[in-house]
């Protein structure tokens, strides 16, 4: 026991020590490299003319498709181009992602999301769908609680049609992206106090989006394994809307 008590602390002594070197490392990284400001940024992506709007919310769209976390988009929506052109951007690729990627998986099937539908969030998500239909998507967008395109991949192996689709993902993801955006613009020097408040009360949008999925619960089946992967049916389960 003695000889396991001391492993166990030497192992931990080991990792603060591995830790207070990173810190250390990253604060000496920070001090002697020039990390441009906020605002710089924002006077860079001026300097290329409004062309650069364009070309950066295509990118957005696009790469969200993929399994990519579309966080760091939203946030340099609102650090380069304000609130309210970061906001209406950020909306339209991230609905031009969630759309594209539930049409190409709903047409392709399981070829392309066979390797994310093992993951386990992926039969969380499944089990909302199947017995919360279209409210599963507009809930889960808003929680933020399963990954983007874990989401949009479900949905389309679903049987949910694709209007209710898009309007929940449009309703759903509108809160969380807002405050994203405000909380980019305030990291542009921007920001103001009712500013902040906003973006917090829309975050809290998404706690209550949790506290309240949880309440409802999703009740467990006998197969609690991932989406099975080797028949290409569109549909989950009929009672899905």
């Not at 396991?4 to 020590?17: C, F, M, N």
């Not at 364009?54 to 790469?63: E, H, K, L, T």
């Not at 405000?182 to 009712?194: D, H």
Request: proline share 6%; hydrophobic share 55%; aromatic share 10%.
């Amino acid at each position: 026991m003695k000889r396991g008590g001391r492993l166990t602390r030497r192992t931990a002594v080991i990792r603060a020590l591995v830790g207070l070197v990173v810190v250390l490392a990253v604060l000496l990284c920070a001090y002697l490299i020039p990390v441009p400001s906020v605002a710089r940024l924002r006077d860079w992506a001026d300097s290329f003319g409004p062309g650069f709007v364009w070309v950066f919310f295509i990118g957005y769209a696009v790469i969200a498709i993929f399994p990519v976390p579309r966080s760091a988009f939203t946030v340099a929506s609102g650090v380069l181009f304000g609130p309210v052109v970061g906001f209406i951007g950020a909306m339209l690729a991230t609905t031009f992602a969630a759309v594209m990627a539930f049409l190409l998986v709903r047409r392709y099937g399981r070829k392309i999301a066979r390797p994310y539908l093992k993951h386990p969030a992926a039969r969380a998500v499944e089990l909302r769908m199947e017995h919360r239909g279209w409210l599963a998507v507009g809930s889960l967008r808003l929680i933020a609680a399963f990954p983007f395109s874990v989401t949009n991949y479900v949905a389309a192996l679903s049987s949910i049609k694709f209007v209710p689709y898009a309007l929940a993902t449009v309703i759903g993801v509108m809160p969380g992206t807002a405050a994203i955006v405000i909380l980019g613009n305030a990291l542009a020097g921007e920001g103001s106090v009712g500013a902040l408040a906003l973006s917090a009360s829309l975050f809290s949008l998404g706690v209550i989006g949790l506290i309240l999925d949880a309440r409802l619960g999703v009740p467990k089946t006998a197969d609690d394994g991932a989406v099975d992967t080797d028949e290409p049916t569109d549909e989950f389960s009929p009672h899905a809307t």
